[in-house]
């Protein structure tokens, strides 16, 4: 009776050892399951600086980035993790209108005046680059500019989209989420989806030094853009 007790044991932990798990399902149909026609599934939420903090996250992992307000997937690996949002179906099914890129990494336009020879003022120097579109559209910039700072802080640029003048508000900000040593040139990438659409012409992408921050003629900028209606 006491080996059939064991033996009996042993086949429901070898059965849950290897069972698939399912919600709402006593069929399950792969190692998770969730079946509901009432609820949804939410994958961890967090800002792009919280998910920069993440300590080798696995190929595959998925959040939902509320800085962006989209779902992300790392297609790199834990210790060079590359996270990219995945292609919706809306996005899927729109009209693409343009799309292009830098070919290289370019230098920036200015690097900001400066009262010492050889060197830049906070927040003036810039990268920019333009394109037509042939109708309106929303657009999504994927960017990698370089900056740096001549202090230990955090450094950044200011998006805009069709820069005016000195008073114009960037459209979007982005500064590391930890202090740089100082004087080290840091790509700060990022993400952004026109909340409107752009009417048709030409527009300019300007991407300048943070507030703290500097751009100068070692530093250098990666892009891409996809526009849609």
Known sequence: MKK?????????????????????????????????????FIPPRMTTAQRNLLLAPPTGAVIFNTTTAGLEFNYGTPASPTWKSPVTATAASSNIVLAGGSVDAEAPQKIGAATVPGSTVDGTGYFQFS????????????????????????????????????????????????????NLHIVVPYSYVTPVGLTAGNHTIRVQAGTTSKIDNNDRITYSYLCWN
Request: proline share 6%; aromatic share 8%.
């Open 4 to 40: 059939n007790l064991i033996f009996g044991c042993f086949l429901l932990v070898s059965s849950l050892a290897y069972s698939q798990v399912g919600i709402n399902t006593t069929s399950p149909q792969g190692a998770l399951d969730v079946v509901s026609t009432s609820g949804t």
């Open 131 to 182: 394109f037509n579109l042939p109708s309106a559209a929303k657009c999504k910039l994927d960017i990698y500019p370089s900056t740096w700072a001549s202090t230990n802080t955090g450094v950044g640029t200011r998006l805009y989209v069709d820069y005016v003048d000195t008073n114009s508000t960037p459209v979007a900000t982005v500064v590391t989420a930890t202090t740089s040593p100082n």
